[in-house]
């Protein structure tokens, strides 16, 4: 390959496969079918910064990391290689199979925050026209569901940041709450960094000193599954010090009152003995939360993935409301979104409730925009399902046989082992994955999908930024798009047309499916997003007939002039504190939260197959605290047992005072033993359906 001067024709810019901060990065074809990850300096959400997990992607395209034929069931169980007809075949067979004994509704459909919008919608669509199911949902209501039901009921309009992250080094303070981007989203830290080289403050609210604790210049460690209680305290102390914004309140906010009757009940002394964070803590947050003339609250998956995550997230929009720190520049409140497509992947419709364009699939204006563009008869198109967790937990009984696309229940579910169980029950199930997941080696077809090097197709970042990942090679023999999967199967079940296998094609019809909804995509295109580093949703088309007229410049910053609600006012949420659906007893006396490592992503299934990420962070583990270790007569690296209600893991114990001595944390990672989803608690927050992965109660021994 030829070099000509600072970039090589045969690179491709385009995005990293892993997270929600979709860093920018450049490939170029390498012998062996794979590619070389460099350094992208003119993508700004990164600047050429690229985590472990990032640079490393490549791996997972080697033919020995990853599937390269499809996978069929043999006679005597085994899975065995198949020709594509065959497995399709198979699948079309089944599905038929079933809807025919039991109703479409016997359908399951199972999607992923790391599919393209493109795929995201194309499987909604497949559900609702091809199946006739309204059992869709996806591991995004595993995720940033409580947030994104807090932000729709506040600010009529759920964007994870309302703001772009360069917003951040120019506020005066952020509360950073049960999020560790130190190892979550490693680039990103430079944001805070920079925040606090300018002169503003972080504060940090975990349980643990984590890495990003540790750059904090106040870290609150609240015992898990009260930070409503924490954030209620902290509203409590800014009426109480005269704090509130009270032209503001009055001016652009609704139910100020009852919000503040509710938060007046939350005494700082009663709230130091619910979290166990102290009333000068409290104070001190709150006078550098109020000091400056901007400030932010942003929430990860602590608060979030909660029974009450839902009115976790209020309670802190409330503090932001309170205080005129919404819809301002450089202020408001956000949620950092966690997959490659987190924020896109919940827009368009693979949500049970839902359809593309962030529209609801119980709205009949929304019915019948959707259906024309789909060519369909609004009254075909099935309500609402079963969110993700109820939807595993109805397989084999109402659900018959499962689609999954972009996820790895076994690992990642809540109650793991009973969610394995229902997935061995069903009549049938078909997986498309790009690797032999711990959830495709259960299933009675798996289907090889392409990667990300291997295919174009848009995501939309943590800030609403959609982006264009470009194909940079070709994939090997054998295996399919995703969108080529959808294609293959509706065709074998009647429907021939409405199922492209080109992403553009597929695009074009999602910008007019979304057109005129909340998250309009219909302004962008292939072509501007090639052009322009990304655009911000809501991006409308010009009107047809308006000659002359110029491109909308998308979005960067929302509800600068009003809110997204029908009176243009944001809505304070009357919450008060409750316990979390499981508090510790003499049973089990312990709190066990869960998590992430920085080396390894999600249920693992890629990342456990890259040598220098495994090295790393080789296997699951149990944060504990001396004081505990020391009641437990436990040594660094002896096997902990942790038992919960729901079963019992086993993995070595890791020493360290930067958690609470009340609580003990496990990683997520991992399948077998160590599987921290086997001890969690799927109690299902009201609202947003999300199942309390931060907070259960345990017993923990030493592993005889
Ligand atoms: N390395 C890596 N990066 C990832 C991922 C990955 O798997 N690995 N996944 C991506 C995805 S999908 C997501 S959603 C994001 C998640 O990103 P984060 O939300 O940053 O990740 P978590 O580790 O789940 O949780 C963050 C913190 O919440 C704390 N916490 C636990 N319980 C509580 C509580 O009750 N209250 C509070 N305030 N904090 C609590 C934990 O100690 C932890 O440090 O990361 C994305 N990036
Ligand atoms: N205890 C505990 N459990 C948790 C969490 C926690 O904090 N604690 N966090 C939750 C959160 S936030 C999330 S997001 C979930 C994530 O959990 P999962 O849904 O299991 O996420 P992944 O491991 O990313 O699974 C994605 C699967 O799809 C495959 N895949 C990747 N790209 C594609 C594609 O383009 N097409 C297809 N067909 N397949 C693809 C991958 O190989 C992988 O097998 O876990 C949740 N579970
Ligand atoms: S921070 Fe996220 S997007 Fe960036 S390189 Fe790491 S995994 Fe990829
Ligand atoms: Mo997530």
């Known amino acids: 390959m030829q070099s000509t001067g600072t970039r090589n024709p045969a690179t491709t810019p385009t995005h990293c496969p892993y997270c929600a901060l979709q860093c ?63 497995a399709l075949d198979r699948i079309a067979r089944n599905l038929e199979r079933t809807r025919a004994r039991y109703g479409a509704d016997a359908l399951g459909v199972f999607g992923g925050g790391g599919l393209t919008n493109e795929k995201a919608y194309a499987l909604g ?126 001016e652009r906010t609704s139910g100020w009152e009852e919000a503040r009757a509710a938060a007046m009940a939350h005494w700082p002394e009663h709230v130091e003995r619910i979290t166990g964070v102290s009333v000068p803590e409290l104070r001190e947050a709150v006078r550098l939360f109020c000091a400056p003339e901007a400030a932010m609250v942003l929430t990860a998956r602590g608060p979030e993935q909660q029974a009450k995550g839902t009115d976790t997230v209020g309670a802190w929009i409330n503090l932001c409301l309170a205080t005129g720190r919404a819809g301002r520049p450089r202020s408001g409140y956000g949620c950092l979104t966690g997959q490659g497509n987190g924020q896109g992947g919940r827009e368009h419709g693979q949500k049970a409730d839902q359809l593309p364009g962030y529209r609801k699939l119980t709205d009949p204006a929304a019915r019948r925009h959707v259906a024309e563009v789909w060519g369909v008869d609004p009254d075909s198109l099935p309500g609402p399902g079963r969110s993700a967790y109820e939807l595993l937990d109805a397989l084999g009984t109402d659900i018959r046989s499962l689609l999954v696309m972009g996820s790895n229940p076994v690992v990642s579910a809540p109650r793991a082992a009973h969610v394995e169980g229902r997935l061995r029950s069903l009549d049938f199930l078909a997986v498309c994955d790009v690797v032999l997941s711990e959830t495709a080696e259960l299933a009675d077809v798996v289907l090889p999908v392409t990667q990300w090097a291997e295919e174009t197709g848009t995501t939309t970042n943590l800030e609403g930024r959609v982006l264009l990942r470009r194909r940079a090679i070709t994939p090997p023999e054998g295996v399919r798009g995703d969108l080529d999967v959808l294609h293959g199967l509706a065709g074998r079940l009647g429907v021939e047309k409405g199922f492209p296998v080109d992403p553009e094609e597929v695009f074009e019809e999602l910008r007019r499916a979304s057109a005129g909804g909340p998250a309009d995509y219909s302004g962008i295109d292939y072509r501007r997003l090639a052009r322009e580093n990304g655009v911000f949703w809501p991006c409308p088309a010009p009107p047809a007939d308006g000659t002359g007229a110029t491109p909308h410049p998308g979005t960067p910053r929302l509800f600068l002039d009003r809110f997204a609600t029908d009176d243009g006012r944001a809505r304070f949420a009357p919450v008060a504190h409750r316990p979390s659906a499981e508090e510790p007893d003499d049973a089990y006396p312990v709190l066990l939260t869960t998590g992430r490592v920085v080396a390894q992503y999600q249920s693992g299934a890629q990342t456990r197959r890259v040598a220098e990420l495994n090295a790393a962070a080789p296997g699951p583990f149990v944060e504990l605290h001396p004081r505990l270790a020391a009641r437990l007569g436990a040594a660094e690296g002896d096997p902990l047992a942790v038992v919960s209600r729901r079963g019992r893991a086993v993995a070595p114990a890791r020493i360290t005072t930067a958690i609470r001595p009340d609580t003990v944390f496990m990683p997520f990672h991992w399948p077998g033993e160590g599987r921290a989803n086997t001890l969690t608690n799927p109690a299902l927050d009201p609202a947003s359906r999300m199942p309390e992965f931060k907070v259960c109660a345990v017993r923990v021994e030493v592993a005889r």
Not at 126 to 139: C, E, H, K, M, P
Not at 164 to 190: F, Q
Not at 207 to 230: F, I, M, S, V, W
């Open 125 to 250: 669509k497949f559900a609702r026209v091809v199946l006739g199911t309204s059992q869709i949902d996806y591991n995004g209501r595993f995720c940033m569901s409580s947030a994104a039901a807090a932000g729709t009921r506040a600010f009529g309009l759920d964007r994870g940041l309302p703001f772009p992250l360069e917003d951040i080094p120019r506020t005066g303070c952020v509360i950073l709450v049960g999020s560790n981007p130190a190892e979550t989203m490693p680039p990103s830290l430079r944001y805070f960094t920079e925040l606090r080289e300018n002169g503003g403050t972080l504060i940090v609210v975990d349980p643990r000193r984590t890495k990003t604790a540790e750059q904090a210049d106040l870290h609150l460690a609240p015992r898990p599954g009260t930070d409503l209680a924490l954030a209620l305290g902290m509203l409590h102390l800014v009426v109480a010090e005269g704090r509130v914004d009270e032209a503001y309140v009055e």
């Open 24 to 86: 920018g990065m450049n490939l170029t074809p390498v012998e062996g079918g794979t590619v070389e990850v460099s350094d992208r300096a003119d993508f700004p959400v990164n600047r050429g910064a690229l985590c472990g997990k990032g640079r490393t992607a490549a791996a997972v395209l080697a033919p020995g990391a990853r599937l390269t034929s499809p996978l069929v069931r043999s006679g005597d169980g085994a899975l065995v290689p198949a020709g594509w007809d065959e």
